[in-house]
């Protein structure tokens, strides 16, 4: 009985396939099992050449392994000694900031230990507070000016809301079509701002601050308004200084000559940004500036979107603050610097690209730009042309395009 199964049938003596599986369900299913170990008993043995050709192809493989997880290992040594040095210079640099040049800032910021540790990059902790003294306070804006422009802010909001009376003196000579569309833009843009840090959109911890801010700053300036490109500016600011600090320095900023220029959309302005520019292209990158020629690549197809930004929305975000940090020290002039330091970059890349490729690439730069290597692209970008620096460049092509205005004659160069 023990030989039947539980129909009354005898059960059959296993198959010689069903031995040869069962023995091979107890091997280790491995390299070493297929290269070392003997064959089965029901197979041929393996001739001693083959023998002896699978221990030297496993004893390679075993040499491969253990050489990448040499290199694994001394890779990520490699990173913790940077990361560990990272630290260490940071600590150092917020030290000195934090003793040294802060305490001292009118004496000291222009110096040249100070200028240097400014090209380094701001630590994180200080970046807000060097930020704030670098724009300064032109405008004399007070914490207690921006709580009436936000409250003013609010009451608007409420009263487009409701459909009710907007009576603001400043927006007198605005249609409430345009406020609308103003403050839906604002909204839309939110939407849009950094959305990978999921922080400034509806519900996240920095949207009301974000929002406060645009809406308090179309109060204050109502012949600017809100344009889009200005939620990135206010939302790097928002991630280094508080709400009405914020504030201050993100209207300050954009009463900057450039910034005011773009966002009021001053299109002979504009156009004279983009020949100062395009004079010192020519100058750093002779044979690319050539190239864009060709084929009719002006600045303003990829510059615009870098300016209003301020490099924000093309840049990683702590890159684009290492950016800030120089723009702060340097003006505007460090912001088309960049932009040669970003062509410099891909120079080779671009030179085989037609009008759209290269549009397309520099308006989607790539993400993984290495922060060193861009600055030192940067740093070999020299603003000086037949001995004019950019300020001189630029105050010359304003003469000019205002004497072309004004009918003068045509300019010299």
């Given at each position: 009985m023990e030989n039947e199964d539980k129909v009354g049938q005898p059960s059959r003596p296993p198959s010689p396939k069903q031995?040869?599986?069962?023995?091979?369900?107890?091997?280790?299913?491995?390299?070493?099992?297929?290269?070392?170990?003997?064959?089965?008993?029901?197979?041929?043995?393996?001739?001693?050449?083959?023998?002896?050709?699978?221990r030297q192809q496993y004893e390679e493989m075993v040499a491969q392994a253990r050489k990448r997880e040499l290199k694994e290992a001394q890779r990520r040594r490699r990173q913790l000694e940077e990361r560990c040095r990272l630290e260490e210079s940071i600590g150092h640099a917020v030290l000195t900031w934090n003793n040294e040049i802060l305490p001292n800032w009118e004496t000291m910021w222009s110096s040249r230990k100070v200028r240097d540790l400014w090209w380094q990059g701001i630590p994180p902790s200080v970046r807000g507070r060097v930020w704030s003294l670098a724009i300064g306070n032109e405008l004399n804006i007070t914490h207690e000016l921006f709580d009436i422009c936000l409250a003013r802010a609010k009451e608007r909001w409420r009263s487009l809301s409701t459909g009710g009376p907007d009576g603001e003196s400043e927006d007198a000579g605005l249609p409430v079509a345009d406020r609308e569309a103003s403050l839906e833009l604002i909204k839309l843009d939110i939407s849009r701002t950094f959305p990978s840090l999921c922080i400034f959109q509806q519900g996240g911890p920095y949207h009301d601050m974000l929002h406060s801010i645009l809406g308090a700053y179309t109060c204050y300036r109502p012949d600017v308004g809100y344009v889009q490109g200005m939620s990135f500016i206010a939302a790097v600011l928002i991630l280094n200084l508080d709400t009405a600090d914020a504030f201050i320095a993100f209207s300050n900023l954009l009463n900057k000559p450039c910034q005011m220029a773009f966002f009021r959309v001053?299109?002979?302005?504009m156009l004279t940004y983009f020949a100062a520019f395009e004079v010192f292209f020519e100058e750093n990158l002779p044979k690319l500036f050539a190239h864009f020629k060709k084929n009719n690549l002006t600045p303003d197809i990829y510059l615009i979107d870098w300016i209003f930004t301020l490099y924000s929305k093309s840049l990683p975000l702590d890159l684009a603050c290492r950016v800030w940090d120089v723009f702060c020290r340097d003006g505007e002039e460090f912001l088309f610097r960049t932009a040669l330091g970003v062509l410099r970059l891909f120079q080779d890349v671009l030179a085989k690209m037609d009008f759209i490729h290269m549009a397309q690439f520099l308006t989607r730069l790539p993400e993984d730009l290495p922060p060193e290597e861009f600055f030192a692209s940067i740093a070999t970008i020299q603003m000086q042309s037949r001995n004019k620096k950019w300020a001189q460049v630029l105050t010359a092509l304003q003469k000019d395009s205002r004497e072309m205005e004004r009918g003068g004659p045509s300019p010299r160069h």
């Open positions: 031995n040869v599986r069962k023995n091979l369900d107890f091997e280790p299913l491995s390299t070493t099992a297929l290269i070392l170990e003997d064959r089965p008993a029901n197979l041929p043995a393996k001739p001693a050449e083959e023998a002896q050709k699978h001053d299109h002979g302005l």
